[in-house]
Nanobody, 128 residues
Framework: QAQLVESGGGLVQAGGSLRLSCVASGSVASISARGWYRQAPGKQRELVAAMRSDGSTNYADSVKGRFTISRDNAKNTVYLQMNSLKPEDTAVYYC??????????????????????WGKGTAVTVSS
């Protein structure tokens, strides 16, 4: 079974740091591209960070300079290092992978017709 499992969420004070992990298993592990999304209460899900197969990355303007996406291929794991956290970063964070190699993953809006992969999410709460 193809699966993405997130971990590392929790409660942290503003200015603190957390590192989220996303472990891939099954067929999804062969797809190099990964993304992190988040959804805050009452708000639309948004892309936070994305990494494509060639290792290039992009970030939401709100997290540039504070968040870093990286991967460890040997462990089939993608990370999101979050520094200088703000209360507005509070959300459930989801790991995502496209269903195929896409050189524009994370750079434009895509509809993968339910064929992309999602984790179940990990909650991050940042207190002021």
């Amino acid at each position: 079974q193809a699966q993405l499992v997130e971990s590392g969420g929790g409660l942290v004070q503003a200015g603190g740091s957390l590192r989220l992990s996303c472990v891939a298993s099954g067929s999804v592990a062969s797809i190099s591209a990964r993304g992190w999304y988040r959804q805050a209460p009452g708000k639309q899900r948004e892309l936070v960070a994305a990494m494509r197969s060639d290792g290039s990355t992009n970030y939401a303007d709100s997290v540039k300079g504070r968040f870093t996406i990286s991967r460890d291929n040997a462990k089939n794991t993608v990370y999101l290092q979050m520094n200088s956290l703000k209360p507005e970063d509070t959300a459930v964070y989801y790991c995502n992978a496209p269903p195929f190699s896409d050189p524009t993953y994370g750079l434009e809006s895509h509809h993968y017709y339910g064929l992309d992969y999602w984790g179940k999410g990990t909650a991050v709460t940042v207190s002021s």
